[in-house]
């Protein structure tokens, strides 16, 4: 074998995907359940997959289409954008799935050595991408102990610190909204000054402030200080307790949107560019990165992605309403860490608890409820916040969820009164 000096220094120091090690954690974890990966357990509409049926012999769908995307999804794409997201002037490219368009776009928008800003709970893929491609500095910013919004502090005093302190100014920040792994929402400003409000999203859990300026307040500090702004929009369906998810425009936004969970398509591969339109020369640089990684996104998946769009939104709505009682039944489940240890809940399709302060190692607690209990859940080291765990309930049908839930009720009772027993 030959030695790590051979190969590339920036994928070597990329971290492992802890979707890999979790997936051979599940190998070896003897009939083991998975509340881990962010799935859902529904298939994409059966309307739509009926008529992708009839596709198979369509010679189009076995050759290479524009590499931005076929004309018909582009053009639902962009009428999508307009009535739903409220975007009039951004431009759209179809991809193979969000991470790939948050590739393209790390590609288009940073060059080795640049500076970025992320926020801790982070999406492991999105730092992954940012190691890969060379970028030396990745800057973690804090959330909010409390809501696990962006920054620490009502003004994102730290947010505005870094980004007109360090030299050269971060090229990037990227935010997930709603939130990966949080499962916390970044609301809508709905003044151009702070305004707190507070929701109840269980009994079980504290009243979580929000700041509704947070968005608009990010999006401000990027524009003066001249960052991108990156927002990734993969749950905006995923919004729970009659919360309403928004979307920001501008010349430094870039928003990426997924088909994978809204409408069952994981395995299909589907996702999207939003970009801003009058930004000279951005598509062509966002074709070049295109045309080197997929060229297109599969030529069939598209369309069943175009067929999707035409069942609408309300398919997916109403996928969603039984997610709630998988919500309530984790939160059940983590009950033996205390209604303060647990967050999210509002967005997405995850919790997020924290572990007792003498379990730093959460790789530990995750491995040993994985051959223990048989119920799998993802590591917050990985997420750069060791000690806490993801957990995401919307995965499993709700018997199933009882089931998954009742292993992880009973591991944590037994972490907590009398440790990690093998």
């Known amino acids: 074998m030959g030695s790590f000096g051979k190969l590339a220094r920036r994928v070597v120091e990329t971290e492992m995907p802890v979707m890999v090690q979790i997936q051979e954690l599940i190998r070896g974890a003897k009939n083991a359940v998975s509340l881990a990966q962010g799935v859902v357990y529904w298939q994409p509409p059966k309307k739509a997959l009926e008529k992708v049926k009839e596709l198979v012999w369509e010679p189009s769908v076995s050759k290479y289409g524009a590499d931005e995307g076929i004309p018909q999804l582009r053009e639902a794409l962009t009428k999508k954008l307009h009535q739903e997201n409220k975007l009039f002037k951004s431009s759209v490219m179809v991809t193979a799935g969000a991470n790939q368009a948050f590739v393209n776009v790390v590609l288009t928008l940073c060059d080795p050595g640049d500076s970025v800003v992320m926020f801790a709970p982070y999406y492991f893929n999105a730092y992954m991408s940012f190691q890969m491609t060379g970028i030396t500095n990745i800057i973690v910013g804090p959330g909010n102990p409390e809501t696990l919004h962006p920054d620490a502090g009502k003004k994102l005093y730290w947010l505005e610190k870094i980004l007109s302190e360090t030299k050269p100014v971060p090229k990037l920040v990227t935010v997930v909204n709603p939130g990966n792994p949080s499962g916390t929402y970044i609301p809508e400003p709905l003044l151009k000054v702070s305004l707190s409000l507070s929701l109840s999203v269980h009994t079980n859990m504290q009243k979580l402030p ?32 009659g919360l309403k998810h928004t979307c920001v425009e501008g010349n430094h936004i870039v928003n990426i949107f997924s088909f994978s969970k809204a409408y069952g398509m994981m395995g299909w591969r589907v996702g999207y560019i939003a970009y801003p339109t009058e930004v000279e020369g951005f598509s062509e640089q966002l074709l070049k990165v295109q045309d080197n990684i997929p060229i297109c996104a599969s030529i069939i998946s598209q369309h069943l992605a175009l067929y999707s769009l035409e069942v609408g939104p309300e398919w997916v709505t109403e996928q969603i309403k039984d997610l709630v009682k998988n919500r309530e039944i984790i939160l059940e489940s983590l009950s033996p860490l205390g209604e303060d240890a647990v967050r999210g809940g509002e967005g997405a399709i995850y919790l997020w608890a924290r572990l007792p302060a003498k379990y730093h190692d959460d790789y530990a607690v995750v491995r040993w409820l994985a051959h223990r209990h048989g119920v799998v859940v993802i590591p917050g080291g990985a997420c750069g916040c060791p000690g806490h765990l993801r957990i995401s309930f919307g995965g499993l049908i709700e018997d199933d969820c009882k089931a998954a839930g009742d292993r992880l009720r009973k591991g944590l009772e037994e972490l907590v009164r009398d440790g990690m027993v093998q």
Do not use: H, P, Q
């Open 210 to 241: 929000f700041m509704c300026e947070f968005i608009d307040r990010i999006s401000d500090l990027c524009r003066d200080a001249g960052s991108w702004l990156v927002v990734d929009n993969t749950y905006e369906y995923f919004m729970y307790d």
